[in-house]
């Protein structure tokens, strides 16, 4: 196990370099001039001269490439202050460092997404097991149903049905809001309750019908039926041979839909007012702020490569074969 994880590991490094290499080139190929949009509109020759130099933009593109990929590992300094490591740059907007302004709105993201994993994993493969293990039952029917209906939903229509029910109608819920899970849990959970919902409502129905469809092929199995004949009662057989072999399909998807959902978190942030990653990434393309939307692009793509990584993981657990591809 451990080299597998250490091949897993040494592959994301190099993934990660590739992608901070390309993010780079394909910014600087961009036609928007880097000492222009931070200088502004009334713009000296001398100060954006002055700003050419202090951003290193007069330098060779090889070092220029070089200081950004070290700054990353050594950090970087800048005009009247040091940028320590991960450097990923000073935001032309408000000039302020890129890495402490994504620090600052990362455990937001963080909340939304991992709160909403929770839910739809929970929901999902409850509702799912539910019905494969009284398949063809009321309770079968009602799960597969609700699945297809809530799969027709989206964020941006959900989100603001939410609101004016449960916030602006009936007054049972305040305006969602992001208090630190390390000062109030409570007033976290609370606040993050809408968002968590809306964004987990759509993957519920898919985890529904997938680890429905899933069991109930796991039950067919020869070795399963082989365990029914030996006598074995059916919830023995149920949770000890089949649910676990309906887990595989089930975490090669999870894998896939935990990068959706930082992506979801656009769409979530914008519609409840939350001040996240998916935000800070729309202010930085409006502004045309090129330092932090490369810095939001890094940190996406780093986050993905370890939801990669820990979903490697946990299909290695659950199959042993896989450690020896």
């Avoid at 220029?64 to 950090?75: P, Y």
């Avoid at 450097?87 to 402490?100: A, E, I, R, T």
């Avoid at 916030?167 to 609370?190: A, C, F, Q, R, S």
Wanted: aromatic share 10%; charged share 15%; with cysteine.
């Amino acid at each position: 196990m451990l080299q597998f994880i250490i091949r897993r590991t040494v592959g994301a490094a190099v993934t990660l370099f590739l992608i901070g290499a390309a993010t780079f080139f394909l910014f600087v190929a961009a036609p928007s001039d880097y000492a222009s949009l931070s200088c502004g509109k009334d713009c000296s020759p001398q100060r954006l001269e002055d700003i050419r130099e202090a951003l290193g933009l007069n330098l060779p593109l090889a070092q220029q490439f070089w200081d950004f990929m070290s700054g990353i590992v050594v950090g970087r300094d800048f005009p009247g202050e040091h940028c320590p490591a991960p450097c990923l740059g000073q935001s032309f907007y408000s000039s302020d460092l890129v890495w402490d302004t994504i620090k600052d709105r990362f455990p937001l993201t963080l909340s939304l997404t991992v709160g909403a994993t929770v839910v739809f994993l929970v929901l999902g493969l409850g509702a799912g097991m539910l019905a494969a293990f009284r398949r063809g039952s009321p309770v079968d029917k009602v799960a597969t149903g609700a699945s297809m209906v809530l799969s027709s939903f989206q964020i941006y229509f959900l989100g603001p049905i939410a609101l004016m029910i449960f916030v602006y109608g009936t007054g049972i819920m305040e305006d969602p809001k992001y208090v630190p899970l390390t000062e109030d849990p409570v007033g976290w959970l609370v606040g993050l309750s809408i968002p968590m919902v809306v964004m987990a409502t759509i993957f519920t129905a898919q985890y529904t019908r997938m680890a429905r469809s899933s069991l109930i092929e796991q039950l067919a199995e020869d070795h399963v039926r082989t365990a029914r004949a030996k006598g074995m009662s059916q919830r023995y057989v149920f949770f000890r041979y089949a649910w676990r072999g309906s887990l595989i399909p089930i975490v090669t998807i999870l894998g896939i839909d935990l990068s959706s959902l930082l992506g979801g978190a656009v769409v979530t942030e914008l519609t409840f007012s939350l001040q996240g990653i998916g935000r800070l990434a729309v202010d930085g393309a409006v502004h045309k702020d090129l330092p932090l939307t490369m810095g939001v692009m890094l940190v996406g793509a780093f986050a993905i490569l370890i939801l990669n990584i820990l979903t490697d993981i946990a299909y290695a657990w659950i199959d042993p074969r896989v450690r020896l591809s």
